[in-house]
């Protein structure tokens, strides 16, 4: 009996059809919507799917501008606190770390739209009805690849929508923590709506053996960049403090980014 259920079992799972990017797609999506009922604008992932596929199929994969993705943009709506939007640049697995288990603040892949897709790749051909997850261009093969478009009107979006007191979480291991080319620097900074947001805090992350400091010449390019309506601050925090939030939530939000 042991035999013949292995065989069936084994038999089975041969069977299975590895997960299309579709079905991974709505996976995430619900997987989402499951666990935060307070952040979701939108619930119905198969609608989601289908408005997120016509931006991209059947077209060239040089040939998806960010505008492609204005449907699905509309289509999700984000309900999100004022105060509580973090954007980053090369902190990653850091801020995502801290965001994870921490509700004070969100980043854009917090939200259904940015976790669904969040490390993904797809593209599609011209005249084509599929879509395919290997040999799309890469970041920066061309500008208009659809996960590059993508990207960009979402951060575009997550920066129209910001409200009160923003924050950054940067890079305090880099000589130049901030980029005027990175999605945070050319696309968020400049979507900020001046009406809405009062004020936007630099986080720059720093190891003891960190040189750079809220001095940094980088930061003259926010400034600048940045709409002189809204308030600039900069605060070094060091990473052993987002560590300690990261590790022990018992700490309170409010004391993780103190001077
Ligand atoms: N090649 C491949 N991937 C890239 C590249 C590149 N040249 N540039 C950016 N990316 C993708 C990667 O997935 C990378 O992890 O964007 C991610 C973030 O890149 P960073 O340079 O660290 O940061 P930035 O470009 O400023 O984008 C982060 O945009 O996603 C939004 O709201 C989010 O504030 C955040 C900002």
Excluded at 32 to 51: F, M, R
Excluded at 114 to 135: H, I, M, V
Excluded at 161 to 173: D, K, Q, R
Aim: net charge negative.
């Amino acid at each position: 009996v042991i035999g013949l259920a292995v065989v069936l079992g084994v038999t089975v799972k041969n069977l299975k059809k590895p997960d299309s990017f579709k079905n991974v797609v709505i996976g995430k999506c619900e997987t989402y919507l499951k666990e935060n009922t307070n952040l979701s604008g939108y619930s119905d992932c198969e609608t989601i799917w289908q408005v997120f596929e016509q931006a991209y199929v059947g077209r060239d994969p040089c040939d998806v501008p960010p505008e492609a993705y204005y449907p699905l943009i509309n289509l999700v709506k984000n309900q999100l606190a004022c105060n509580t939007m973090l954007f980053w640049s090369k902190t990653k697995t850091l801020v995502h770390e801290f965001t994870e288990n921490r509700e004070c603040l969100v980043t854009l892949e917090d939200t259904l739209l940015g976790f669904t897709f969040n490390e993904l790749t797809w593209c599609s051909k011209n005249q084509s009805k599929e879509t395919f997850t290997t040999d799309c261009p890469l970041w920066s093969y061309c500008v208009n690849n659809p996960v590059r478009s993508f990207w960009i009107k979402a951060s575009a979006n997550f920066a129209a929508i910001a409200c009160g007191n923003v924050s950054t979480m940067l890079n305090g291991s880099l000589e130049s923590p901030f980029s005027s080319t990175s999605i945070f620097g050319d696309v968020e900074v400049r979507n900020l709506d001046s009406t809405k947001v009062h004020s936007l805090t630099v986080l720059l992350v720093t190891k003891d053996t960190d040189m750079t400091t809220c001095e940094n010449a980088s930061f003259k390019d926010l400034q600048s960049a940045l709409n002189p309506n809204i308030t600039y601050n900069c605060r070094e925090v060091p990473l052993t403090t987002v560590q300690g939030c990261i590790s022990n939530l018992d700490i309170p939000c409010s004391d993780c980014f103190k001077k």
